[in-house]
């Protein structure tokens, strides 16, 4: 406020000094009217040339040039993500393509394991029960064997006794009492021969 | 002693003089340079729009950029409003800018160093800055001077002080100017004819002073013709949103 007070009090001093410097040879020729109205004119012809030619002309131009520029940026800065997008849509694509077929993959993978374990299995199921009767069967058969073995061992030791005694003594041994030595010794160390 | 700092303000004629009825409009040394910077304008801009390439080159660049920088200006400080005006604004931004700059060369003439044409480019946007505020608001465009949150005991002291400082606007814009430049102008000639005076073992100081001084006009050309178009960019802010 004051500072354009100020402005104008010196604005008003210029008037004033005007007479004064006036009488001076030199002085302010900014205050020498002589050639005002002539600037005025020549400053309303250039200026408002120059205003007419820069907005009917110029400026719309360099506005549109701005303009297009802009747009044309927008429009790259546009398709560049477009295209980025496709490109994150079509790399998703992939990935879960990958991913379905390694889960396919693996699948595919346990299927065929737990066919085979699964024939395994029934396999070796047979094959134990095939050995298990076998066993049995052999089981039976020594058995069988154990328990007919010492009676006929019995009857071979008691006809080999009375040969070797016939041909020690050259008599008959009454067989009975043979058989009652042979299964005495039996009895006594039958456990030695025949395990169990 | 050199010659008289203020002649090179002097007004002449170039040519024959030329009358209209009463009025002498003969061409002088001053519209003379007043086409030059119109012309220089015209130029620099014309070629600055004539290619339209994406990746500018540099007389589109300069174009561009100045375009860009006045457009901000106008929206920094009168809002998207003031966008039909943006034309004036440009245009005196560049006229008062190459005015002041074709200034600055040896022996050339300084336009905006006479208090009329800076004056009548003061009154032109000062009397249409008020005309557009009348035309926005019609009569309530006066509230202009009265300001809210002021007490009433001091209401008409402030009101008077409103209209004052309002119808000092286009003095304090045209002087303003004015006075940069001739001042300026002035004492680069001062320090100019101190180094004649001098001789060649004293002169060197004020030749570093000339050529330091050059420095500064150059920005005080700039910035004048900155502030003068932003002081109009706020007058216009007042007469388009009104504040108070």
Redesign the interface.
């Known amino acids: 406020?004051i500072?354009?007070?100020f402005?104008?009090l010196?604005?008003f001093n210029?008037f004033l000094l005007r007479d004064v410097f006036a009488a001076e040879s030199?002085?302010?020729?900014?205050?020498?009217p002589?050639?005002?109205?002539?600037?005025?004119?020549?400053?309303?012809l250039?200026?408002g040339?120059?205003?007419i030619?820069?907005?009917k002309?110029?400026?719309p131009?360099?506005?549109?040039?701005?303009e297009?520029?802009k747009s044309?940026i927008q429009e790259n800065i546009e398709a560049a993500e477009k295209q980025r997008k496709e490109s994150e849509i079509k790399l998703k694509e992939y990935d879960e393509i990958i991913l379905k077929s390694r889960l396919k993959a693996n699948d595919i993978f346990k299927d065929s394991r737990e066919k085979v374990i699964k024939d395994i299995n029934i396999k070796k199921e047979a094959l134990d029960k095939q050995i298990d009767e076998e066993i049995k069967k052999v089981e039976k058969e020594i058995n069988q064997l154990k328990e007919t073995s010492p009676e006929k061992i019995n009857k071979i030791a008691i006809e080999i006794s009375s040969d070797i005694l016939k041909k020690l003594i050259g008599a008959d041994v009454n067989n009975s009492s043979i058989s009652a030595i042979v299964n005495d010794l039996l009895k006594r160390n039958g456990n030695k021969y025949y395990g169990n | 002693m050199a010659a008289?700092p203020?002649?090179q303000?002097?007004?002449y004629?170039i040519g024959p003089e030329v009358k209209i009825g009463a009025?002498?409009?003969?061409?002088?040394n001053?519209?003379l340079f007043?086409?030059i910077?119109?012309l220089a304008?015209?130029l620099i801009?014309?070629l600055?729009?004539?290619k339209?390439t994406?990746i500018?080159n540099k007389i589109?660049l300069l174009?561009?950029l100045s375009?860009?920088f006045v457009s901000k200006m106008i929206s920094d400080t009168a809002g998207t409003k003031a966008k039909p005006y943006?034309?004036?604004i440009?245009?005196?931004f560049?006229?008062v800018l190459f005015c002041n700059m074709f200034g600055m060369i040896p022996y050339t003439f300084t336009?905006t160093?006479?208090?009329?044409?800076t004056f009548?480019?003061a009154a032109f946007i000062f009397i249409s800055v008020t005309i557009i505020g009348f035309i926005k608001h019609g009569f309530g465009y006066l509230k202009l001077f009265v300001p809210s949150g002021v007490p009433v005991v001091l209401l008409p002291l402030i009101v008077i002080?409103e209209i004052?400082?309002y119808l000092?606007?286009p003095?304090?814009l045209s002087?303003?100017l004015?006075?940069n430049m001739?001042a300026g102008h002035t004492m680069m000639k001062v320090f100019g004819g101190f180094v004649i005076s001098l001789g060649i073992i004293g002169g060197w100081l004020p030749l570093t002073f000339s050529v330091a001084l050059t420095g500064l006009e150059i920005l005080v050309a700039f910035l004048q013709a900155y502030v003068f178009a932003i002081l109009t960019c706020i007058y216009l802010n007042d007469a388009l949103n009104l504040h108070h």
């Open positions: 406020m500072k354009k007070i402005f104008q010196v604005f210029f030199g002085g302010m020729p900014q205050l020498n002589e050639f005002w109205i002539s600037q005025i004119f020549w400053l309303t250039t200026f040339t120059l205003y030619i820069l907005s002309l110029i400026l131009k360099i506005s549109a040039n701005l297009l520029r044309q | 008289n203020m002649t303000f002097e007004v004629r009025f002498d409009i003969s061409f002088t001053a519209s007043m086409v910077s119109t304008i015209l801009f014309n600055g729009s004539k339209n994406i500018p589109q174009a561009e375009y860009t943006f034309s004036f440009f245009s005196l560049m006229f336009v160093s006479h208090i009329i044409v009548v480019l002080i004052i400082s000092s606007r003095i304090s002087v303003r004015f006075a001739m």
